[in-house]
């Protein structure tokens, strides 16, 4: 399967733990996209990077929260002293970035803070 | 503000009939739009998408109709069948390479 892979599938974390969420892009693609999905509500863009460059992080909250795509290896979305309002699906989804291009999404993790 | 908005959040057809899914956006800037089809603990999977540039596009049973005037975007599953029972997004974005913004998604059953 060549699709977005994320893992895990589920992270269950304590208030003040760090989650980490990892993604996989299609193959052949350089555009990687977070979004996260509150219950009861549509996808809010978080941050859209490219191979070792964040392009905008105009959705990713100020505090606790980063996101990376390294050379190698998935990109990482991290959230750090974790609250229970961070309990959500986070989605990822990439792109190959010619010109306009359709997103595609991985399956989710869905964090839980207790 | 919410900038795409699917003002029904339910559907329900029969088997073999149409289903219409309406969309409305307030961003003039947006000059791509495309539906996403959602399955419970899955990630959206692409449907259809269709350029600022075009009034119609069409893919099998899926097509999508944009009024640019009117702002506002409609998703026509024909014939629809129960294996659509899904939520269905609206999204938009501006420019290549941009975020989606999504609307809230309709919940659509197709009933047997």
């Known amino acids: 399967n060549a699709g977005v892979m994320q893992n895990p599938r589920h992270l269950v974390r304590r208030r003040g733990q760090e989650a980490r969420l990892r993604c996989s892009p299609m193959?052949?693609?350089?555009?990687v996209y977070w979004y996260r999905q509150l219950p009861e509500e549509g996808l809010k863009f978080m941050v859209y990077l490219q191979k070792e460059n964040i392009i905008d992080e105009s959705g990713m909250p100020k505090e606790r929260f980063s996101a990376e795509f390294p050379k190698e290896g998935p990109s990482i979305l991290r959230i750090q002293q974790v609250v229970r309002g961070d309990s959500a699906a986070y989605f990822c989804?990439?792109?190959?970035?010619?010109?306009?291009?359709?997103?595609?999404f991985g399956p989710g993790t869905r964090l839980t803070v207790l | 503000d919410q900038q795409v908005k699917q003002n029904s959040p339910s559907l329900s057809v029969q088997e073999g009939r149409i289903s219409i899914l309406n969309c409305d956006y307030t961003n003039s800037m947006f000059d791509y739009f495309l539906w996403y089809k959602k399955y419970p603990a899955e990630g959206p999977t692409f449907l259809i998408s269709?350029?600022?540039?075009?009034d119609k596009n069409e893919d099998g049973r899926f097509t999508v109709f944009l009024n640019k005037s009117a702002k506002h975007l409609s998703l026509h599953i024909v014939p629809s069948q129960p294996g659509d029972s899904a939520v269905y997004f609206c999204?938009?974005?501006?420019?290549?390479?941009?975020?989606?913004?999504f609307g809230k998604g309709i919940t659509l059953s197709v009933r047997p």
């Open positions: 989804a990439s792109s190959h970035g010619v010109s306009y291009n359709e997103q595609f």
């Open positions: 999204a938009a974005s501006t420019g290549a390479n941009s975020k989606l913004t």
């Open positions: 269709i350029s600022s540039i075009k």
């Open positions: 193959k052949g693609h350089s555009h």
